[in-house]
């Protein structure tokens, strides 16, 4: 039976997408739980006996803002974080690139951006796992830019891979390279871009939701 949240944000085919409030506790464990799966036995980015709970989480979830994506079952298939920067907690990227720290107020660090592989699929398209991730991604990218508007951010930053800067180059956006590789769940680089890019990768997947067979590679994992 389908659980009822109330951190839900909207519906978009069946998958519902949630800003997670920070006393949730069961929603937050479930975030931490597909974490885990995906980066211990799907990934294999860390140890699963190093983690007894099963649940992968860090010291910078204290000040971030998790997004959920629920598929119609009621499973957590998706994730992402906003890690925002304060004065004595910065996030990686900013912590890691000093030369970032003057715009700490402005902009704030997208990780753990995730799908699980076993997501279900589209009932709209219900043979396509392609379409499904990148009905995901929509969502919570759309849960992000909806924040960061809120919050009135004009940047983000993420350690990504190569192949995911491309894909969203691809897509409209601007991003910077604004260091060297650095060895965290695999080899990434850091960028920075604009948040207003947001409502260009939001229009070019809408514009995709109607052709299932056209759309892009599968997305990698932010780190």
């Not at 519902?16 to 479930?30: I, N």
């Not at 298939?77 to 402005?106: C, D, Y």
């Not at 902009?107 to 997501?119: A, D, H, N």
């Amino acid at each position: 039976m389908r659980e009822e949240y109330v951190s839900l944000v909207y519906i978009i085919d069946g998958f519902s997408f949630h800003k997670v409030d920070a006393s949730d506790r069961q929603m937050l464990e479930k975030i931490y739980r597909l974490r885990f799966e995906v980066y211990a036995h799907q990934r294999r980015f860390i140890r699963a006996e190093d983690y007894p709970l099963e649940l992968e989480s860090d010291e910078y979830d204290d000040h971030s803002i998790q997004f959920a994506a629920v598929n119609p079952e009621g499973e957590v298939v998706g994730t992402t974080r906003m890690i925002l920067n304060q004065e004595e907690k910065l996030s990686p990227v900013l912590k890691s690139f000093p030369h970032l720290q003057a715009s700490s107020a402005s902009i704030f660090e997208v990780s753990r951006f995730l799908i699980c592989k076993k997501s279900c699929p589209s009932r709209n398209f219900p043979a396509s796992g392609a379409f499904t991730r990148v009905l995901i991604v929509h969502g919570l990218f759309q849960a992000i830019y909806e924040e960061a508007q809120n919050r009135k951010l004009t940047y983000w930053c993420a350690l990504m891979e190569r192949s995911l800067c491309q894909l969203l180059r691809f897509y409209g956006f601007r991003t910077d390279c604004v260091g060297p590789d650095v060895n965290l769940f695999g080899y990434v680089r850091p960028y920075v871009g604009f948040v207003a890019d947001f409502e260009k990768l939001q229009s070019k997947i809408s514009n995709s939701n109607s052709r299932p067979e056209t759309l892009p590679v599968p997305i990698p994992e932010l780190n």
